[in-house]
Nanobody, 117 residues
Framework: QVQLVESGGGLVQPGGSLRLSCVAS?????????MAWYRQAPGKERELVAR???????DYADSVKGRFAISRDRAMSTVYLKMDRLTPEDTAVYYC??????????WGQGTQVTVSS
């Protein structure tokens, strides 16, 4: 009923940039109230990176403020994460999450981001 597919990950040098995309395939009867990006580094817990609501409000983890920007399309079916000035500490699997007003959450399978020289 809902499928989230992330893309855009890869290997980038420190200081570089990447843009992640998450495309949602769903019934028109399902509406998202918010979409977000999480990440999980090896040996660490999954953490929230950035979140955007249907109204356009955004939240960021302190570690990415000023470097990352989340955006979405008007239909709230695609969410993007522009990542600038990447550091090795940003290396992780990045996951997309979408939430409905009823409290249901859906996850993508993740895309690997590796920051290394």
């Amino acid at each position: 009923q809902v499928q989230l597919v992330e893309s855009g990950g890869g290997l980038v040098q420190p200081g570089g940039s990447l843009r992640l995309s998450c495309v949602a395939s769903k019934s028109n009867r399902i509406a998202f109230s918010a979409m977000a990006w999480y990440r999980q580094a090896p040996g660490k817990e999954r953490e929230l990176v950035a979140r955007i609501t249907v109204g356009g409000s955004t939240d960021y983890a302190d570690s990415v403020k000023g470097r990352f920007a989340i955006s979405r399309d008007r239909a709230m079916s695609t969410v993007y994460l522009k990542m600038d000035r990447l550091t090795p500490e940003d290396t992780a699997v990045y996951y997309c999450r979408a939430g409905t007003p009823g409290g249901y959450n859906f996850w993508g399978q993740g895309t690997q981001v590796t920051v290394s020289s």
